[in-house]
């Protein structure tokens, strides 16, 4: 398994299967039109939804903020509309293809590198245990949680949540779970709101 690759090289990696996707799924389609105009696209479109994700935006907005972007540029290669869809399918499903298979070798959730990874620990030092967050596939870890204000002691299950950056659940064997989240979630915590007069 390819477990330790560095965060550039996944990035590289998710840069060329991407534009592989958009160059075979258009070369499909339409023979006539030159590879080198949509393997260019999905460069730029793999390239935008990691600038997305980077901004800590949320898994939807991931998804969906390229796709205005893929049609005006499957428009200006194809002029068809018929043609376009059809690209479009059949760009997804190689993409999918292409995302299980990385999946399974890189133990990595997306072909747009961008979601975060979670442990519980002790650092050489520490005097407590702490949630550690690495945003670039555990070359760095960032300490998220404070020791000196909750112990949380024995963790029986700690996961991200796939669909909101920044919050984290917490199960330690009782009744119910913690979760903590952070700026990228979005989340407001109803004490911290302003009252709204009536």
């Not at 997305?52 to 935006?57: D, F, K, Q, R």
């Not at 999946?103 to 650092?123: E, N």
Request: charged letters at 15%; one cysteine or more; proline letters at 7%.
């Amino acid at each position: 398994m390819l477990t330790n690759l560095p965060a550039p090289i996944l990035l590289d990696i998710a840069i060329f299967f991407t534009a592989l996707a958009w160059g075979l799924g258009i070369y499909l389609i339409d023979k006539r039109v030159l590879i080198f105009a949509p393997l260019a696209i999905g460069c730029f479109v793999c390239l935008l939804g990691y600038s997305v994700a980077s901004l800590g935006a949320p898994v939807w907005l991931v998804v969906a903020a390229p796709i205005p972007v893929d049609f005006l540029l499957l428009w200006y290669v194809l002029r068809k509309p018929r043609k376009m869809f059809l690209a479009y399918a059949a760009i997804w499903a190689i993409y999918i293809g292409f995302h299980l298979l990385l999946s399974g070798l890189l133990r990595y959730d997306s072909l747009i590198p961008g979601w975060k990874l979670y442990v519980h620990g002790r650092t050489p030092g520490a005097t407590g245990d702490a949630i550690y967050q690495s945003p670039d596939m555990a070359a760095t870890w960032i300490q998220i949680s404070d020791p000196t204000r909750m112990q949380l002691g024995e963790i029986n299950s700690l996961e991200g949540d796939m669909r909101t950056q920044d919050l984290v659940y917490v199960g330690k064997g009782g009744r119910g779970i913690f979760y903590g989240y952070g700026p990228a979630s979005g989340i407001v915590h109803p004490s911290l709101r302003r009252r709204q007069r009536p």
